[in-house]
């Protein structure tokens, strides 16, 4: 079974940091990217970042580059989210899921920053 559990959110005032993680099983990670995404309340879920694990690289959306860095450690199945920075219009349920993929989408984690 396909299961990507997202952690490490929580409630940060503006200007500080958080790191989210992403553990990953139930599929060959070295295969495929995996992206970071969100979605605040009202709105529909939007990518954040993703990181290639065949190849190493890296995307960011506009909004988050300079901010956020996304890293991947494959012998643990496992990848980060670093958010510094952090901004109150960055508040929302993360998600982590391999790109594309329709299934293996979890909880999320709960990030909220306030002014």
């Known amino acids: 079974e396909v299961q990507l559990q997202a952690s490490g959110g929580g409630l940060v005032q503006a200007g500080g940091s958080l790191r989210l993680s992403c553990a990953a099983s139930g599929f060959t990670f070295d295969d495929y990217t995996i992206g970071w995404f969100r979605q605040a309340p009202g709105k529909e879920r939007e990518g954040v970042s993703c990181?290639?694990?065949?190849?190493?690289?890296?995307y960011y959306e506009d909004s988050v580059r300079g901010r956020f860095t996304i890293s991947s450690d494959s012998a643990k199945s496992t990848v980060f989210l670093q958010m510094n920075s952090l901004k109150p219009e960055d508040t929302a349920v993360y998600y982590c899921?391999?790109?594309?993929?329709?299934?293996?989408w979890g909880a999320g984690t709960q990030v909220t920053v306030s002014s």
């Open positions: 899921n391999r790109v594309g993929a329709r299934d293996g």
């Open positions: 990181i290639s694990n065949s190849d190493g690289s890296r």
